[in-house]
């Protein structure tokens, strides 16, 4: 490829990509908070949770269930054990013998996999709405009650939630939620638009009759996680680019650790991006194509620069170009999500973003290991 179509080839996906992010960041700032009305909820939540060695961070996850406001009459916790080899069992165990009085259930999973436990715990479920998170995760008293106001308010068919990383130590830890906010920012200003393509399970409500059409979609869909994503995309298939909804409301952020080293942080990126080869949705496609595509072109400048000097050049420009392009967003959702604080590593993390991304991208397409097994999509 000679320098003229290289350079072309670069504006063109600069150009998509900022497109991309301006329709991300005029859909977040569009987004109306929304507040709980003080009305009697009404609905019957089955608050799904599928686990596999947590037994240090469960006790917290039961107390936080523990402290929500929703009607206890109204509400069910189910958790479902994939297989812990660790004391995770006997600690549910011994919550359920202290709570008598609340509604939770012990499941073991059928099958192999954090896709076949969530599925047992919602085709078990009583709930008319699945709420599901994860078990290290830390919801606020009035996560469910806001999500479940909402859903009877605006009838969504699917409300994607905040999940955020909390506690970050270490510099690394910093760059890693900063990522990872960008990604719920991009997924919450796209559902706005109504091109909804990206959520997180961690914190997600749907109705579970949905679910059930939906599950051969979700559960064959050849990859050994992405429920979450592809059920998102039956979603908008099934029922059109308004049903559904990204809740922005303080109180449904739901807070889970950052990864705590980068081995950890890409062993999870690589397990995420690997599903991207299995999109259909045109949007996700255009997304996920053009940021790899406009990323990969800016590493590629970069080591080229080695060789044709002037090309450091190129590479500069571009990423102050995507800077620009991407701060807007990332300053709007930190106010939102109280992530001012990380605003001073966006140059830092813009630099080194186009590298890590196309490896990310490249490794998806090998075997990994993921909680203690080999996954090969």
Not at 183 to 189: K, P, R, T
């Amino acid at each position: 490829m000679n320098a003229k179509i290289f350079l072309f080839v670069l504006s063109v996906s600069a150009v998509l990509y900022m497109l991309i992010i301006f329709a991300f960041t005029a859909g977040w700032n569009n987004l109306k908070s929304f507040s709980f009305s003080h009305r009697n909820p009404k609905t019957a939540l089955s608050v799904v949770v599928a686990f596999r060695n947590e037994m240090l961070v469960l006790p917290k996850l039961l107390e936080a269930f523990l402290q929500q406001t929703y009607p206890d009459a109204l509400l069910e916790l189910i958790l479902v054990d994939d297989h812990s080899t660790d004391k995770s069992k006997a600690v549910i165990s011994e919550f359920i013998k202290k709570h008598k009085a609340l509604k939770i259930r012990l499941l073991n999973a059928d099958g192999n996999g954090k896709k076949a436990a969530l599925h047992k715990g919602i085709v078990s479920a009583a709930g008319e709405l699945i709420v599901t998170t994860d078990a290290d995760c830390m919801p606020k008293k009035g996560w469910l009650s806001e999500i479940a106001v909402l859903y009877e308010e605006n009838h969504p068919r699917l409300i994607l939630g905040p999940v955020m990383y909390d506690r970050e130590k270490s510099f690394l830890q910093k760059l890693f939620s900063l990522d990872f906010m960008s990604l719920v920012a991009s997924g919450a200003g796209s559902a706005e638009i109504g091109l909804p393509f990206m959520g997180n399970a961690a914190n997600m409500a749907f109705e579970k009759e949905i679910y059930l059409d939906a599950k051969t979609d979700v559960l064959n869909a050849g990859f050994a996680s992405g429920d979450d994503i592809f059920f998102i995309h039956y979603v908008r298939r099934a029922f059109g680019r308004k049903a559904i909804a990204f809740i922005k409301n303080e109180e449904t952020i739901v807070h889970t650790p950052p990864p705590e080293n980068i081995k950890a942080f890409f062993a999870q990126r690589i397990r995420w991006g690997s599903k991207a080869r299995g999109y259909s949705q045109p949007w996700a496609v255009i997304v996920s194509y053009t940021i790899f595509l406009f990323n990969f072109l800016l590493t590629a400048s970069l080591i080229l620069s080695l060789f044709v000097p002037w090309l450091i050049v190129i590479y500069v420009l571009f990423v102050v170009l995507k800077t620009l392009t991407d701060f807007p967003l990332l300053y709007a959702f930190s106010r939102f999500a109280g992530k001012q604080r990380l605003l001073f590593l966006v140059l830092p993390f813009e630099i080194i973003y186009p590298a890590y991304i196309t490896f990310v991208a490249f490794r998806g397409l090998f075997p990994f290991a993921w909680k203690e097994r080999e996954i090969v999509n």
